[in-house]
């Protein structure tokens, strides 16, 4: 099963901005779906963005307009570019994909990694 790593989280100052990154160690044409999410203490894991097997990416109402998901030319890496942040987009960030059990219209297996903390203050 592949393995995903994020990084580039920290602490900005509001108004400011962020690029995370993950690693997918899988083959790009066995991958359904990526996407980003994220936990805020207290709260479960919800969805911040998706990429779909087309591209087509999709968003949280609560980020739309400042942030970015996307995939770089090697489709090794996954993105967040964050910008316009807010103190209510503190949490941890995960990368998330899924596999197919037989295939993508069918069971999906779901790796994520391995979570990088993004802190953003007033």
């Known amino acids: 099963q592949g393995r995903l790593m994020e990084s580039g989280g920290g602490s900005v100052q509001a108004g400011g901005s962020l690029k995370l990154s993950c690693v997918v160690a899988e083959y790009i044409d066995r991958i359904c779906e990526m996407g980003w999410y994220r936990q805020i203490p207290g709260q479960g894991r919800t969805l911040v963005s998706r990429?779909?097997?087309?591209?087509?990416?999709d968003y949280a109402d609560s980020v739309k307009g400042r942030f970015t998901a996307s995939q770089d030319n090697s489709e090794k890496l996954l993105y967040l570019q964050m910008m316009s942040l807010k103190t209510e987009d503190t949490a941890v960030y995960y990368c998330a994909a899924d596999l197919p059990v037989d295939d993508c219209s069918g069971s999906r297996l779901r790796t994520w990694g391995q979570g990088t903390q993004v802190t953003v203050s007033s």
């Open positions: 990429i779909t097997r087309d591209g087509t990416t």
